[in-house]
């Protein structure tokens, strides 16, 4: 069964760097045909995708966050990371990684981030 | 992007009966949407891929239809534990899109 969880601080002040880790069990990042995503939900919005991962370490942000965003891979201890730079209150919400290239199956259960001073 | 509109917000049915959820994309995504279903505290999970082939273990009073721009998840005898928020998603066009949600709460 593959699992994913994600880690990360609660609370980030305004201008900070977010870093977050998605730790994946049951699979290896190595394993061909691999792919992580990671996702947000900011409060009353849709899902946001924002970042992919591929086991080839291809790498894909999305065009309006890429200025922001990186992703990387650690094999060795089977996580995937993504950091966030100049952290604004507008990003605040709940933070998901999920497998897939199309369809997204598992998920994480998400881990909510606030931005405040 | 591909605006990915859900109808109602909120549905409220009694356990028993059948429930009919609607999403609606700006163009065409062809038949690559997806559905799933979260709820408090848990991992969003996966119910409906290919517009209508149900995920694993999904049961199957869960169906999917439609393809192009509109889309249906109905849900036949509701039980206790589908009460929960369902969202679309779309990943024929970059970036793949989400629904806002349309949350199934009990009458």
């Known amino acids: 069964q593959v699992t994913l969880k994600e880690s990360g601080p609660a609370l980030v002040e305004p201008t900070q760097t977010l870093t977050l880790t998605c730790s994946l069990s049951g699979v290896s990042l190595s394993s061909s045909g691999l792919r992580v995503n990671w996702l947000r939900q900011s409060p009353g919005k849709a899902l946001e995708w924002l970042a992919r991962?591929?086991?080839?370490?291809?790498?894909f942000y999305s065009t309006s966050l890429k200025t922001r965003l990186s992703i990387s891979k650690d094999t060795s201890k089977n996580q995937v990371v993504l950091t966030m730079t100049n952290m604004d209150t507008v990003d605040t919400g709940t933070y998901y990684c999920a497998r897939g290239a199309n369809w997204l199956d598992p998920w994480g259960q998400g881990t909510r981030v606030t931005v405040s001073s | 992007d591909i605006v990915m509109t859900q109808s109602p917000a909120t549905l409220s049915v009694s356990p028993g009966e059948s429930a009919t959820l609607s999403c609606r994309a700006s163009?065409?995504?062809?038949?690559?949407l997806a559905w799933y279903q979260k709820k408090p505290g848990q991992a969003p999970r996966l119910l409906i891929y290919?517009?209508?082939i149900r995920a694993t273990g999904i049961p199957a009073r869960f169906s999917g239809s439609g393809s192009g721009t509109e889309f249906t998840l109905t849900i036949s005898g509701l039980q206790s534990e589908d009460f929960a928020v369902y969202f679309c998603?779309?990943?024929?066009?970059?970036?793949?899109?989400f629904g806002q949600g349309t949350k199934l709460e009990i009458k």
């Open positions: 163009q065409s995504v062809s038949t690559n």
């Open positions: 290919a517009a209508s």
């Open positions: 991962i591929d086991w080839d370490d291809d790498k």
């Open positions: 998603h779309q990943h024929n066009h970059w970036p793949q899109t």
